[in-house]
């Protein structure tokens, strides 16, 4: 399996029928080298994952999972089932939208989205939005060691004859995200919340 100097891992998987007669994905265990590490560059997760899952196209790697994300406070992801990265960090495909409240909290923007551009071009191919998660009520909550990094396309890098009306409709708000904690040295409980 060749590796490029930006993919960290690359990734299979394979179908298999469910009792139900449903096709399931299946991710297989790779046996990697030591060290190795699922860590994409933001404009990598928006052309190689998000463009293709948009056109329906199979994955590289299918090791994003799709996920209702604001169904779950971020305590609550399966983090700790993400192997192929660091420990402190998982990807979703999710929609996103403008009420971002879970059952506990919220996630808030933090300043203007940010431009990713293509490797080393100039061509933008998407934009970058960080959040940071609050336990409790807008606009009240108490800010916690929760971040997430949400990519959205740029329709522009979407080739024309490929563009459909259910793929317009898609791209302005099926989204991946990056979800990591930042450790508090000085409060080892702000990760965590029990209710």
């Known amino acids: 399996m060749a ?14 029928e469910s009792n139900g007669g449903e096709e399931e994905e299946e991710e297989e265990d790779l046996d990697l080298p030591v060290g190795y ?14 463009k293709n899952k948009l056109l329906g196209r199979p994955l590289s790697a299918n090791i994003i ?21 660091k420990g402190d960090e998982a990807y979703y495909f999710t929609n996103t939208r403008l009420n971002r409240a879970t059952k506990h909290g919220y996630w808030k923007e933090t300043g203007e989205d940010e431009q990713v551009f ?6 933008i191919v998407g ?4 959040l940071n998660f609050y336990w409790g009520q807008e606009p009240n909550g108490e800010k916690s060691q929760w971040i997430m990094k949400e990519f959205i396309l740029h329709p522009s890098i979407i080739p024309a004859d ?12 099926f ?8 450790e508090d040295e000085g409060n080892e409980n702000s990760t965590r919340r029990f209710f």
Do not use: W
């Open 65 to 85: 999972r799709d996920i209702d994300l604001y169904e779950y406070d971020p305590d609550q992801l399966p983090i700790d089932q993400f192997k192929y990265g």
């Open 127 to 130: 934009f970058k939005k960080i």
């Open 37 to 50: 590490r699922f860590c994409p560059e933001d404009d990598e997760l928006i052309t190689h994952y998000l």
């Open 162 to 173: 490929a563009l459909s009306d259910s793929i317009t409709q898609k791209m302005g708000r």
């Open 3 to 16: 590796l490029s100097d930006n993919a960290c891992v690359s990734l299979s998987s394979s179908v298999h």
């Open 175 to 182: 989204v991946v995200c990056r979800i990591q904690t930042k």
């Open 118 to 123: 293509g490797g080393d071009s100039d061509e």
